[in-house]
């Protein structure tokens, strides 16, 4: 019970850390790049893609026919371009923005709760060693999640260097209420 008090007290901290990191500060939107002809590109969205969202890539490595397109062709077009990558909603969103904050919260919620796991098994250490270990932590996920995107899908090197800080922070603020709730078990192998 204490780790699901303790990882909700840092899932507060997080998600209004994620407020202030979104709302707040202009670093994630300053990056995003609008078509030249916004309304053009929208109506094309619109007759191509699905109503519900979906992951596209262009080029697609199926034809129309769904036929695999050889590796020449589309290693060819690849580099040649355009190139696209992203998700593509041509119809309405469903969801209100009250269950994106909830759904959000929770999604915060269960990252402080590993994070918790994680800091009772640590060794016994102090304050900033504990809050180094939720620090280290976000660093692997940031890497993880991020660099792969700048690797294969050509995200820009500034984009994913904001979105991995975005995430160390993150697990800093959660670090620094963790810290100070979770405690080693005194039993290496027990969880609860």
Same mark, same amino acid.
């Given at each position: 019970m204490k780790l699901l008090f303790a990882s909700f007290l840092a899932a507060v901290a997080v998600f209004l850390w994620g407020f202030?990191?979104?709302?707040?500060?202009?670093?994630?939107?300053?990056?995003?790049a609008r078509f030249t002809d916004e309304e053009a590109v929208a109506k094309v969205l619109q007759q191509n893609a699905q109503a519900d969202p979906h992951l596209y890539v262009l080029p697609h490595r199926l034809n129309?026919?769904?036929g695999k397109v050889d590796d020449a062709t589309w290693q060819a077009a690849s580099m040649s371009g355009p190139f696209f990558y992203g998700t593509v909603r041509a119809g309405p969103r469903d969801e209100g923005l009250a269950l994106l904050m909830v759904r959000s919260f929770l999604i915060q919620?269960?990252? +402080? =709760? =590993?994070? !918790?796991?994680?800091? *009772?098994?640590?060794?016994?250490?102090?304050l900033g060693g504990r809050v180094a270990v939720?620090? *280290? +932590?976000?660093? =692997? !996920?940031?890497?993880? +999640?991020w660099?792969?995107? @700048?690797? @294969?899908w050509q995200l820009p090197p500034l984009v994913t260097a904001i979105n991995i800080l975005d995430i160390v922070i993150g !697990?800093?603020? !959660?670090?620094?209420v963790l810290a100070r709730l979770v405690h080693p078990h005194s039993h290496p192998y027990r969880t609860f």
């Open positions: 202030v990191s979104w709302m707040v500060l202009p670093w994630h939107q300053s990056q995003w129309s026919e769904g919620w269960l990252g +402080a =709760f =590993f994070l !918790a796991l994680i800091l *009772q098994h640590c060794p016994r250490q102090t939720c620090v *280290q +932590a976000g660093v =692997f !996920a940031g890497i993880v +999640a660099v792969p995107e @700048w690797n @294969w !697990a800093l603020v !959660a670090g620094l």
